[in-house]
């Protein structure tokens, strides 16, 4: 199994544009990132300077959110927002660009909180962002997120992902399968990668309670990878889970 770490939320006690090394310097040969600027058209030096510190790094970039507006403020995207379709829109070609200079195959389209969300209008930029990522070869994914955290968030479930996947009809739009979210709500993620791991388009993981690293909570990590696996699922994990201090990757040697 190929492991990502997911540098919005793992190594941010260091500078965003040391933790490609930080990640190589652990083991690790990919990374990936929510949207990491403040705004959907950054400076061009900002762009090239983050590429530069992952091609240096050596590692790959193997997803990237859409700008999603102000996380760390609590927004969840913009998708089917009225108020963020032409912020969500202006980025989608710099968003694909840069993931195509760094062979970025995967691109996360948050759906946005609600009240207020439009579904038509996510179709039809989900829809805007498929046919951007098809020309470097990408895949945009849905992510269902759970409501304990995110209580305006209308995608709570992955069959509502699959849903909504299955308006927008292009071939290169699937799920994403963050079972920490999945899991909170519910549901069998045993059973879910067992059935549905064909329709996968990235996997995230953390565990349950606590959003820590695989093994701090209940959640059967070694069987759920080890299902994964024998689903046929050959894309990287993203390590999307919290953690301060020395020890964030030790569970990979137990």
Same mark, same amino acid.
């Given at each position: 199994?190929?492991f990502?770490?997911?540098?919005?939320?793992?190594?941010?006690?260091?500078? %965003?544009?040391? @933790? #490609?090394?930080?990640? /190589?310097?652990?083991? $690790?040969?990919?990374?990936?990132?929510?949207? #990491?600027?403040?705004?959907? !058209? #950054?400076?061009? /030096?900002?762009l090239?300077?983050?590429?530069?510190?992952v !091609?240096?790094a050596?590692?790959?970039?193997? &997803?990237?959110?859409?700008?999603?507006?102000?996380?760390? *403020?609590?927004?969840?995207? %913009?998708?089917?927002?009225?108020?963020?379709?032409? @912020?969500?829109?202006?980025?989608?070609?710099?968003?694909?660009?840069f993931?195509?200079?760094?062979?970025?195959?995967? +691109?996360?389209?948050?759906?946005?909180?609600?009240p207020?969300?439009?579904?038509?209008?996510? =179709?039809?930029?989900?829809?805007?962002a498929?046919?951007? *990522? &098809?020309?470097?070869?990408?895949?945009? =994914?849905?992510?269902?997120l759970?409501?304990? !955290?995110?209580?305006?968030y209308?995608?709570?479930?992955?069959?509502?992902?699959?849903? +909504?996947?299955?308006? =927008?009809?292009?071939?290169?739009?699937? $799920? +994403?399968?963050?079972?920490?979210?999945?899991?909170?709500?519910?549901?069998? =993620?045993?059973?879910?990668?067992?059935?549905?791991?064909?329709?996968?388009?990235?996997?995230?993981?953390?565990?349950d309670?606590?959003?820590?690293? #695989?093994?701090?909570?209940?959640m059967?990590?070694?069987?759920?990878? /080890?299902?994964?696996?024998? /689903?046929?699922?050959?894309?990287?994990?993203?390590?999307?889970?919290?953690? !301060?201090?020395?020890?964030? $990757?030790?569970w990979?040697?137990?």
């Amino acid at each position: 199994m190929r492991f990502a770490v997911n540098l919005s939320i793992l190594l941010t006690d260091l500078p %965003l544009l040391e @933790r #490609p090394a930080a990640a /190589a310097k652990a083991g $690790f040969d990919a990374v990936e990132l929510w949207w #990491p600027f403040a705004t959907p !058209e #950054p400076d061009p /030096a900002d762009l090239a300077a983050l590429r530069a510190s992952v !091609e240096d790094a050596g590692v790959r970039l193997s &997803g990237l959110n859409f700008d999603a507006g102000d996380m760390a *403020a609590g927004e969840r995207g %913009l998708l089917a927002r009225p108020d963020g379709s032409a @912020r969500f829109r202006a980025n989608i070609p710099v968003a694909v660009a840069f993931a195509g200079e760094l062979g970025c195959g995967v +691109l996360n389209a948050l759906y946005g909180n609600g009240p207020g969300t439009d579904r038509a209008l996510a =179709v039809e930029n989900l829809r805007r962002a498929a046919d951007a *990522a &098809g020309e470097i070869g990408a895949t945009v =994914v849905v992510e269902a997120l759970n409501s304990h !955290e995110n209580p305006h968030y209308p995608i709570t479930s992955s069959q509502e992902a699959f849903d +909504l996947i299955g308006e =927008v009809g292009r071939e290169n739009v699937a $799920f +994403l399968a963050d079972l920490y979210h999945l899991h909170r709500m519910g549901e069998d =993620v045993l059973a879910l990668v067992g059935g549905h791991a064909a329709r996968f388009g990235h996997v995230q993981i953390a565990d349950d309670p606590g959003r820590g690293r #695989p093994g701090s909570g209940r959640m059967p990590y070694p069987e759920i990878l /080890a299902r994964l696996a024998e /689903a046929g699922y050959r894309g990287h994990v993203g390590l999307e889970y919290r953690h !301060e201090g020395p020890g964030a $990757f030790a569970w990979r040697q137990g």
